[in-house]
């Protein structure tokens, strides 16, 4: 698990940062932001052109930063619409694509006349007029389809750095003046070496728009899951004033509103029902399909949908409180942060474009001295084509654009990622501790048996039983007494009540003594249980908590409350020995019942009276064997161990999902949702490496082939104009190889 260092009271603050394309910009952008006095953490998100700002610093100083670090920042408050938000991309991706179009209506004409010797010679009485007018046209589409990298590289060596639009700018600059010098001094060169590369030039601009719009459509796809959420938010609210029902903007409800809720709306904020009642689809937060149904006294939050009922709520929890609200943050973080093997791809990313231009310059060199006539014609096309097939996207796209995608998944199938490391090692862990309470088993006792002594029914018996126990505060009283109220038997009046601490309760009951408790409080009270306790021992066994009750001095019958296992924690544990893990179950109850419920989920290793704070130990002791542990617990009693663990899991209830010292928060009470969270962290960790290794290999072989190693044997050249297009086709290849993870079937096991 990955501590975070930085004050607990820092605020944090979300830029969108404009102008950034390659990697090496996400190092500028950091670099200029990390300067800010009072900035404590920075996370650069190239994947969506975001920065997460941690500190007690001035938003606006951090965009003058930005700023002037060349780039160009704004604030992002709230809820962004996500209609806005894709009205944006639509354009962005529109304006690239029609620059596209424009380079390419020019650039592939003049490169299919060239090949077919339309054109005329450069130097000859024709040429001379028409190769400038071929000149000024294409410095016009220069400007128009490339200005965005032209000043982009402008403002990077003014900063004394160097990016993506450093190498473009480059290649496709020098492949203009090249030319323009070709044309001015045709007759003091050599016959082969007058070829001019204008349409190269546009040609490269026409290819990387494209790339490039292609890639921002698809990226803008990786960020559907967390405008979904933000979309779940509604705009009004109806509220009740004075009588009245009144409809009012969101930000306007406070805390203690009464607020309706027609069928077929959206639920404006995390409240609790007091009047009416209803089904909910929560599935947007927790991922289950299934309506839940809300009386009164149930707890709605902000986002899910009504169904057909309708109903008055008290408002709880607003703004950024509401679950909604904390579940988006909680992803913007995730996909914000950055695992470790990212951090190794930006430090390669910040000094590659320095080292593709050296490159690029020695593979310059080497032509001219040692290259074929026209050396000087040569040593240009090769010089050009590394630097246009080098640009380091890819490289930089391959993990953040991953991580935000499988976050976003996540969230949608109820798995809250709190960060980017959780999200790398959570495939990596060996061995899994489980809570029993709330997290094996449904953490609701309920009765699970009831048996009578002849002379008695069980209703008699539960009704005896209930009616004692309506004055004790034991945790067990509660589900006797829901039993009671579930088959509608009445509660008789007690006398003489008496809690004995540890054993049981006394009391009479219609003049009848009457004692309800274990095997020592009948001893106590010197009545003989006989061959009661046969059935005593076999219930305990079984993972119950049995009861006697007699009456006058006789054992009436048993009453045995259990916390049953959930309904998935079986084949969820199997899921995980599917997956090798290694599975525990640690807790403070005894020996006897842990087995029994051990038993009857698969579970073989348990470890019984443990307490909470002790539970921090057994995380230690497995790590210190060797183990990647992952803790799965309620959030609350087991914090010092999800602390602990290499992974912690919290299992939430869909709303409780602020739980500080998880790192995976599942929102609803699942266990099976483990297994997902663990086959999910090993599928975006493969599609990131996948990503990472195209774009390596793509780097490690292009730029080789493109200074010409395969000239000597094989008399084979990389056309500029093609590793324009493969460069750009390299990035939207990761971006889509990423969006994978939006449609692979995550069930616990991995494809």
């Known amino acids: 698990m990955t501590v975070d260092s930085t004050d607990d009271s820092s605020e944090e603050i979300r830029l969108s940062i404009l102008g950034m394309s390659c990697a090496g910009c996400v190092s500028a952008v950091e670099g200029a932001l990390n300067s800010v006095d009072g900035t404590t953490a920075v996370n650069v998100n190239f994947a969506d052109h975001s920065a997460l700002v941690k500190g007690h610093v001035d938003p606006e100083k951090l965009v003058r930063a930005v700023r002037d670090a060349g780039y160009d920042a704004a604030v992002m408050e709230g809820f962004e619409d996500p209609a806005e ?20 209506a020019f650039g592939l004409p003049l490169m299919f006349a060239g090949q077919l010797g339309w054109l005329p010679h450069i130097g000859s009485q ?6 400038p007018q071929v000149a000024l046209l294409t410095l016009g589409i220069l400007v128009y389809s490339g200005w965005h990298f032209y000043s982009g590289a402008v403002k990077a060596l003014l900063l004394g750095q160097a990016n993506m639009d450093t190498l473009i700018a480059l290649g496709t600059g020098a492949a203009w003046f090249y030319s323009c010098v070709i044309i001015d001094y045709s007759d003091t060169l050599p016959s082969l070496a007058r070829h001019a590369y204008f349409e190269a030039s546009v040609i490269i601009l026409a290819f990387i728009n494209l790339g490039t719009a292609l890639e921002t459509r698809a990226r803008g796809k990786t960020s559907s899951a967390i405008r979904q959420l933000i979309g779940l938010q509604p705009r009004t609210a109806r509220v009740i004033r004075n009588g009245v029902e009144q409809d009012i903007p969101i930000e306007e409800v406070g805390l203690g509103a009464t607020l309706r809720v027609r069928p077929g709306e959206k639920i404006p904020v995390d409240g609790v029902v007091i009047e009416g009642h209803s089904s ?31 109903f008055l709520f008290r408002a709880t929890r607003i703004g950024r409180d509401t679950a909604l609200a904390q579940i988006i943050h909680s992803v913007r973080q995730a996909q914000n942060s950055k695992p470790a093997i990212a951090r190794l791809a930006d430090r390669i990313s910040a000094v590659f474009v320095p080292v593709v231009v050296l490159i690029s310059l020695l593979t310059f060199l080497a032509w001219m001295a040692l290259g074929p006539e026209p050396a000087l014609g040569y040593a240009f096309v090769t010089s050009m084509t590394v630097l246009v097939i080098a640009c380091p996207c890819a490289l930089g796209l391959a993990t953040p654009i991953s991580v935000m995608v499988a976050v976003g998944r996540a969230a949608q199938s109820g798995i809250l990622i709190r960060n980017g490391e959780a999200l790398q090692t959570a495939g990596k862990l060996n061995c899994v501790i489980l809570d029993k309470t709330g997290t094996v088993t449904e953490g609701k006792p309920t009765v699970s048996t009831i048996e009578a002594a002849a002379g008695y029914d069980q209703d008699g018996v539960l009704q005896l039983a209930a009616s004692i126990e309506s004055g004790s505060e034991h945790p067990l009283a509660s589900a006797i007494l829901a039993a009671a109220e579930e088959r509608q038997l009445p509660i008789k009046k007690t006398s003489n009540f008496e809690a004995v601490a540890g054993l049981g309760v006394i009391a009479r009951i219609d003049d009848h003594a009457v004692c309800f408790g274990n095997a020592a409080l009948m001893a106590r009270q010197n009545i003989r249980i006989g061959s009661w306790q046969k059935k005593l021992k076999a219930l305990a066994e079984q993972g119950q908590t049995p009861m006697l009750l007699a009456v006058d001095r006789q054992v009436a019958g048993i009453v045995a409350v259990s916390d049953p296992i959930k309904k998935d924690s079986a084949q969820a544990i199997a899921r995980l020995r599917e997956q090798g893990v290694r599975v525990l179950m640690v807790t403070g109850d005894n020996e006897v019942t842990a087995r029994a419920i051990a038993s009857q989920a698969g579970i073989t290793e348990i470890r019984a009276q443990v307490l909470p704070r002790d539970k921090v130990e057994v995380v230690r002791q497995l ?52 297994p997902e969270a663990i086959a999910l962290s090993k599928l975006t960790l493969r599609n990131i490496k996948q990503n990472l290794f195209g774009a390596f290999i793509y780097n490690a072989l292009s730029i080789p082939i493109a200074a010409g190693v395969l000239y000597p044997v094989f008399g084979l050249l990389l056309n500029p104009m093609i590793a324009g297009a493969a460069m750009a086709m390299s990035s939207v290849t990761v971006v889509s190889n990423a969006n994978r993870l939006r449609w692979i079937a995550i069930n616990g096991r991995v494809q």
Do not use: C
């Not at 060797?626 to 602990?644: H, T």
């Open 623 to 674: 790590q210190q064997q060797g183990e990647f542990v992952g803790m799965v617990g309620d959030g609350i009693n087991d914090a010092p161990a999800l602390a602990q663990a290499n992974v912690g899991m919290a299992i939430g209830t869909g709303t409780d999902v602020a739980i500080e010292s998880a790192d995976v928060v599942i929102m609803q009470g699942s266990l099976a949702k483990v």
């Open 85 to 104: 938000q894709e009205a944006q991309e639509h354009e962005r991706y529109r304006q690239l694509l029609k620059k596209s179009v424009v380079a390419g």
């Open 280 to 310: 909910v689809d929560e599935s947007m937060l927790t991922g289950e399909p299934l309506p839940v149904e809300k009386l009164q006294g149930s707890e709605v939050a902000a986002g899910t949908m009504n169904q057909k009922g309708s």
């Open 126 to 131: 024709t040429g001379a007029w028409f190769w």
